[in-house]
């Protein structure tokens, strides 16, 4: 089993910028496939980005591509979420989530799950 948990969020100005991190223990890091998802007050959880294990692949939702960067560090057992030109419609809890078997956009097929960190752009 591993645990995570999520930091960076906070307070921005649209068109700034945040970088979340999730830092993961318990299991090996490098052997789970990694997820951010983002809640809005109000709408179903979403997908946001995933990379596979060894962080060559990368995947996007349309609504972040190009401003959005998903990168892992498995020797600091850390995933990050790197967000650019923030717009107040970003503004969400952001989760991130770990399996070993699904890289996916499917949140429910993620085994674990972090607290959520919370993320406001201010207009």
């Known amino acids: 089993q591993v645990q995570l948990v999520e930091s960076g969020g906070g307070l921005v100005q649209a068109g700034g910028s945040l970088r979340l991190s999730c830092a993961a223990s318990?299991?090996?890091?490098?052997?789970?496939?990694m997820g951010w998802f983002r809640q809005a007050p109000g709408k179903e959880r979403e997908f946001v980005a995933h990379i596979s294990k060894p962080g060559i692949n990368t995947a996007y939702a349309d609504s972040v591509k190009g401003r959005f960067t998903i990168s892992r560090d498995n020797t600091k057992n850390t995933a990050y979420l790197q967000m650019n030109s923030l717009k107040p419609e970003d503004t969400a809890v952001y989760y991130c989530?770990?399996?070993?078997?699904?890289?996916?956009?499917?949140?429910?097929?993620?085994?674990?799950w972090g607290q959520g960190t919370q993320v406001t752009v201010s207009s």
């Open positions: 318990g299991r090996t890091f490098s052997n789970y496939f």
């Open positions: 989530a770990a399996d070993p078997e699904y890289l996916g956009r499917i949140g429910d097929e993620y085994d674990y």
